[in-house]
């Protein structure tokens, strides 16, 4: 008892640090508004946030979603690559926000590191998580990265697979979209697939409505191809996860596998589509295996 009391006292000063680190991130992104869109600027990457905020976010998401990650030495140390993962967990993206805390407490905040996300969650103030490295997704940003030897990370199932149904948690569906291999291609960075599962126990996910979505123009105008419906607490059904949804703790388990260099591997001019079943396979057998491995769902 004792030396638990000795333990809380000794993390007071750190977890008081970063909440005001965290309270003035909010304060200065509402203030920012004044001068438009934010979502765009790498130079909003932060390590001086991430070392002050990590003591209290690192042991929120890691302990409330039992959050394990393997596999982080198959990322090199310095250089450029993308990290191509499978999304789960409609917005509230629990496999997302447990690999960045892991990460960062791996390698430590000055290790570049950035996440592409919708428009939406990169714009919106007051989340926290520009800081630690998110940006807008296009391949504009992923290009001003590598440039700067960072990681990228990003997910080419979108809102399609991180809104497919529960049952299909134990499946990599990226909906054919091919444009992460084009965007390695292009950069000359090898690929690093990235595999979790338990994020679509955070919920029960029922349908994603793409055809209502197309039918009121959802995907025009906001790029959203998908009005799904999910239940949850504490309001039990919602739809694109309004009301807010409150994310069930399912143990999050993520796999890091060794990097793909597409040259070595496809040679010197590969063919997208052979690059994209290649890899979305390889990517189905650790996931099949991840979920052979959970006996009992949301626990794990």
Request: glycine share 10%; aromatic share 8%; hydrophobic share 40%.
């Amino acid at each position: 008892m004792l030396s638990q009391l000795t333990r809380a006292v000794a993390a007071a000063p750190s977890l008081l640090d970063g909440t005001a680190a965290m309270t003035k991130n909010l304060l200065d992104d509402l203030a920012g508004l004044r001068h438009g869109l934010p979502g765009d600027n790498l130079d909003e990457w932060s390590p001086d946030y991430i070392r002050r905020t990590l003591p209290v976010l690192g042991p929120l998401f890691k302990t409330y979603f039992r959050g394990e990650v393997r596999g982080l030495e198959n990322i090199p140390d310095q250089g450029a690559a993308l990290l191509v993962g499978n999304h789960s967990g409609g917005t509230m993206i629990a496999d997302t926000f447990v690999f960045t805390m892991c990460f960062y407490e791996h390698f430590g905040p000055e290790r570049r590191f950035h996440q592409l996300a919708h428009d939406l969650a990169a714009r919106l103030p007051g989340l926290g998580i520009r800081p630690y490295g998110t940006v807008r997704a296009s391949h504009d940003n992923a290009r001003k990265a590598f440039e700067r030897d960072a990681l990228v990370l990003v997910y080419p199932g979108g809102d399609y697979e991180t809104f497919r149904p529960s049952w299909h948690s134990d499946r990599i569906e990226f909906g054919g979209r091919k444009g992460f291999v084009k965007l390695a291609m292009q950069a000359g960075v090898p690929i690093i697939p990235v595999v979790a599962i338990g994020g679509q126990e955070t919920g029960l996910f029922v349908t994603r409505g793409e055809g209502l979505a197309k039918a009121i123009g959802l995907d025009r105008f906001a790029r959203i191809k998908v009005l799904p419906v999910s239940i949850g607490p504490p309001f039990g059904i919602d739809v694109l996860d309004l009301p807010l949804r409150f994310p069930i703790p399912a143990k999050i388990t993520i796999e890091v596998m060794p990097p793909v260099d597409l040259e070595q591997r496809f040679g010197r001019d590969p063919d997208p589509d052979e690059v994209y079943d290649e890899l979305t396979m390889d990517m189905q057998d650790v996931l099949s295996e991840l979920a052979r491995e959970r006996t009992v769902p949301v626990l794990g």
